[in-house]
T-cell receptor, first 109, second 112 residues
Framework: KNEVEQSPQNLTAQEGEFITINCSYSVGISALHWLQQHPGGGIVSLFMLSSGKKKHGRLIATINIQEKHSSLHITASHPRDSAVYICAARYSGNTPLVFGKGTRLSVIA | NAGVTQTPKFQVLKTGQSMTLQCAQDMNHNSMYWYRQDPGMGLRLIYYSASEGTTDKGEVPNGYNVSRLNKREFSLRLESAAPSQTSVYFC???????????FGQGTRLTVV
């Protein structure tokens, strides 16, 4: 069964810290997505990547195909970054996304 | 600039009642999805529609039915609600398979 595993489940950080959230998956993905779920419940897409690295503001997403691993980094974290971060994989073929359970991040001022 | 719109936002049902969750997108996307989100679990796919006129079961389809009414609208129906269907439901859409997903704001459903 194609699965997506995230770690840690919960993360508390002080404002300004560098944060890393990890995602591992089975073989054969065609794309890896990172999403953010706000405390109010809305879900937004942050990144979609199949190789290398992408950056948007203070957020950086990387993927290592050989190690079947992706990371989401947040530099200079801020309380407004507090949210649940979700990793999702699209496996080969026309298949829907498979979601991880999410990482709940709290950034304290 | 509506994106994906779900209605209602909140609903309380009694066991055995039926209801339909509505979802509409104004981005001309081909694919639409219904997920449920439960504490401690990731988003789980209930049903999806890869294109207008097609629907397929996801991971947890039992107790649900769907209709892809047209390209814009994809509804989820609970024929006889059960407490196990208490959850937050999300509708999503994507232009194609290798594209980002856009989500609605969610519907919090409680079945008592």
């Amino acid at each position: 069964k194609n699965e997506v595993e995230q770690s840690p489940q919960n993360l508390t950080a002080q404002e300004g810290e560098f944060i890393t959230i990890n995602c591992s998956y089975s073989v054969g993905i065609s794309a890896l997505h990172w999403l953010q779920q706000h405390p109010g419940g809305g879900i937004v897409s942050l990144f979609m990547l199949s190789s290398g690295k992408k950056k948007h503001g203070r957020l950086i997403a990387t993927i290592n195909i050989q190690e079947k691993h992706s990371s989401l980094h947040i530099t200079a974290s801020h309380p407004r970054d507090s949210a649940v971060y979700i990793c999702a994989a699209r496996y080969s073929g026309n298949t829907p996304l498979v979601f991880g359970k999410g990482t709940r991040l709290s950034v304290i001022a | 600039n509506a994106g994906v719109t779900q209605t209602p936002k909140f609903q309380v049902l009694k066991t055995g009642q039926s209801m339909t969750l509505q979802c509409a997108q104004d981005m001309n996307h081909n694919s639409m999805y219904w997920y449920r989100q439960d504490p401690g679990m990731g988003l789980r796919l209930i049903y999806y529609s890869a294109s207008e006129g097609t629907t397929d079961k996801g991971e947890v389809p039992n107790g649900y039915n769907v209709s892809r009414l047209n390209k814009r609208e994809f509804s989820l129906r609970l024929e006889s609600a059960a407490p196990s269907q208490t959850s937050v439901y999300f509708c999503a859409s994507r232009p194609g398979w290798d594209t980002e997903a856009f989500f609605g704001q969610g519907t919090r459903l409680t079945v008592v």
